[in-house]
């Protein structure tokens, strides 16, 4: 059964960082494709950063050039660096493969002054 347990969110003035971790269990993420995907409030969930099985990525537009997603293949985690954030990065953050079957509980991020 796989586990994804997302951490790190918070509030952080536009501008600022956060690093999200998604501890994984029940697959190996190296051996997947893996995504962080976000909800804000009244939209439908997007797939913000990926990063395949050879350590490729690819991001929305939205996010290029401001987040990184990376992998710790020996502790099993995915990481999410959100640098230069700003308001309408506001939104609850999932990890998950990208194929998604059951979702974790998320982290909630909030850019605001």
């Known amino acids: 059964q796989v586990q994804l347990v997302e951490s790190g969110g918070g509030l952080v003035q536009p501008g600022g960082s956060l690093r999200l971790s998604c501890a994984v269990s029940?697959?190996?993420?190296?051996?997947?494709?893996m995504a962080w995907y976000r909800q804000a409030p009244g939209k439908q969930r997007e797939m913000v950063a990926l990063?395949?099985?050879?350590?490729?990525?690819n991001y929305a537009d939205s996010v290029k050039g401001r987040f990184t997603i990376s992998r710790d293949n020996a502790r099993n985690l995915v990481y999410l660096q959100m640098n230069s954030l700003k308001p309408e990065d506001t939104a609850d953050y999932y990890c998950?493969?990208?194929?998604?079957?059951?979702w974790g509980q998320g982290t909630q991020v909030t850019v605001s002054s």
């Open positions: 998950n493969t990208d194929s998604p079957v059951s």
């Open positions: 029940g697959l190996i993420v190296s051996r997947r494709i």
């Open positions: 990063i395949t099985n050879v350590g490729n990525s």
